[in-house]
């Protein structure tokens, strides 16, 4: 199967070598890793009565070595070609057995395969071409280990290896251009501009690991030319296979033909018909075959940009013609929008828009489906030098749909907000937008007309730098059923979406019988000085819908920070009031933590969370609470290191869940002491003991471990032993050792 697919890397890594007889200046390097580690495990449950319910023991070995040759060098002292090369070659391996109550089970696999990188450069001075290919597969082997992991709530994780992930993952290519080169100087130079410019560009991923849990065989090959004819003009056309040797109804093979105003790199090139008028377009044909008929189709797809500048105005055009035809349907869409902008004098700024988009949906006669939209808006930004601005907007859209109906959508509203020559204390905005929409749907029973207006105020205050004080205060009137319709507009005037809010509108079906909804809010933050942050927010949401129970939502949040050299301090807590159709609920969130380092010997952690709420079915309470001290004794001798490393973790947590039948309670707690010892600086002692209270159960957990250990850095080995004991409804003991070695040369 390798060899199957990898031709193509064989024959580019063979050039690459061609090209190392060249006389050349290079540079190799000489590189290697060995991995090896072993792992016993061993553990066993019993229940209440002293049954063994549970019992896990295993052995593993696992080994990995790879080694590699990597050159890099320039040919022709680098005026003709470069090329940079590694070889090499990777094998692994692992070797589990695992004694079960009930089973034993062995596993072993071994895989390994040709590490290659290899790229050469050849861009000779003189000519007007250049190359660039390359072959590539350094896909490393990774043991996998999860599998016995999720069996128990382990005390020690067994990590015994379960599988191992290797396969071919290769990624080859080539470039070609042909075009004159800036500073290109020999004779040839004016006749090489006269020829077109020219890239062929091939690509192509293998992937085949089929031993993996998710196997896969993939093949992608694709292949483009692509010319320039005349100035901006370029030709494209771009081929693609894929391959999926598993499942071959996901194979498929593309082509693709455009031509307009699109490089080589697939950017938009511009063309000055004026100097103050531009313009692009391109045009594309894709053809696409899948293993399935049903996935086949044929698209395409003609843009048209255009921009005209002027001083005091800009126009810009984004136009587009599609048509995709597919299993003996097909759908045509044309989208013309025009976008102007502009400035009135020295205090009117303006921008305008107009949309026209048309669709064609023919899935056989007589089921062919139309639909249309064609919107218009407009806003000004007035009296900038004033006191005040003022912001007038209109749009208007008439949308139509064979299936839905008939859509008219009208907004309009105004907006004022007060500018630095009013105050540079105060800061005052509000608006008032109204929305109508008139629908005539296909159902009878789903026309009719809907009315939406917001009337919105705000206020920030900021008397000094640090001292803000802002409110706000939003309304919301709707009246009239919601049209079916209403969901084919375009802009944000004739879509009622934008008054939707699915969590809470949604619950009381307001959007179809009308309501009113006032959000109100209210902020304070102070920076008091340059450590200390501090803001406090309220919030207030009402909705009253006709025949409903009032709904309310009250948030209130608060924030402190204080960053010092030595220690930082945050809290963060939030209340939060709910009253509405399915009763009445509450919750409170805190959120705190603190560090403190005065010096290199100390270093502090306590962080705390504690969530409380309560609705009509549950109360819920977590608690989360964790403290870390590291204490460090340094030795001085020339350099600093650590000599030792003292560490102690307490953490605490509790979830207690509370029904009207029931209780669930989950808790941890557990306390952690550690040492690390380095007699030299680069090897090290250490040790950890643990003692957990867990529940439900009440169970205690003892856990104790020991390493040994070297970090060099082309040597790391360490040596580790763990135990743990549990009492309790349950007793469990668990071993392990655990040794593991790896060099680099």
Known sequence: MYARHSYISVVAVSCLLVLLLVPSVARANLSGEAELGYVSYDSEQKDASGTVDSRLNGTSFRQRYSLLYDTQGEIADGRFATYDLTMGYEWGSFDTRVKRLNDDTSLSVSAGHVLFRGEVVVDPAELPIRIRAYSRDLNRTTFIDTYLNNDLDYMISPDLTTDLRDGT???SGATVLLGVKNGLTNGYNALFRNLPMLMVDYRDELVHDVNSITPIDTRLRRLAFISLNKRDNWVHYRSTKYEDFINPDQSYNENQVQIGTVDQKLMRRWIDLTNWIKVSADAQFTKHNAASPVDNFEEYDVNFFGIASRSSWEARTFANYNRLQQNGSYSVSRTIPLYMAGTWGFDTDWNARVINLDKIDYQGTPNERKSSSNAASVRFLTLKRANFTVSPRLSVEYATDDEVGKNIAVEAGVETRSTRRFSREYDLFSSYTARFIKS??????????????????????????????????????????????????????????????????????????????????????WLPGSRIRTSLTAQEDIISVSNQPLYSRSAITNSVSYTA???????????????????????????????????????????????????????????????????????????????????????YQDVTTTSTSSQSVYGKKWLTLGAKYFPFARVFVGGFARYAIVDPGALTQQLYSASLGVTYRKLQADVEYSFGNQYGDQKRYERKFAANLRKYF
Request: hydrophobic letters at 30%.
């Open 440 to 525: 005539n749907d296909v159902a009878a029973s789903d026309s009719g007309s809907y009315v939406a207006q917001d009337l919105n105020v705000s206020v920030g205050y900021a008397p000094t730098p640090q001292t803000r004080l802002s409110g706000s205060e939003t309304i919301s009137l709707t009246s009239g059923n919601t049209p079916a319709s209403s969901g084919n507009t375009t802009i944000s005037g004739g879509s009622v979406s934008t008054l939707n809010d699915t969590g809470i509108l949604g619950e009381y079906g307001a959007t179809s019988n009308g309501y009113m909804r006032s959000l109100s809010m209210l902020s304070f933050s």
């Open 169 to 171: 993952r290769i990624s």
């Open 565 to 651: 050299p030595t220690y930082q301090v945050s809290l963060d807590s939030s209340v939060y009031l709910h009253s509405g159709i399915d009763g009445s609920s509450y919750a409170f969130d805190f959120n705190g933590a603190a560090s403190y380092r005065p010096n290199r010997n100390v270093d502090a952690y306590l962080r705390a969370r504690v969530n409380l709420s309560h609705d009509t079915t549950n109360d819920v309470r977590y608690v989360d609470l964790q403290q870390r001290f590291n204490y460090y004794i340094l030795k001085y001798n020339g350099i600093v290191r650590h000599l030792v490393e003292l560490s102690e973790e307490l953490n």
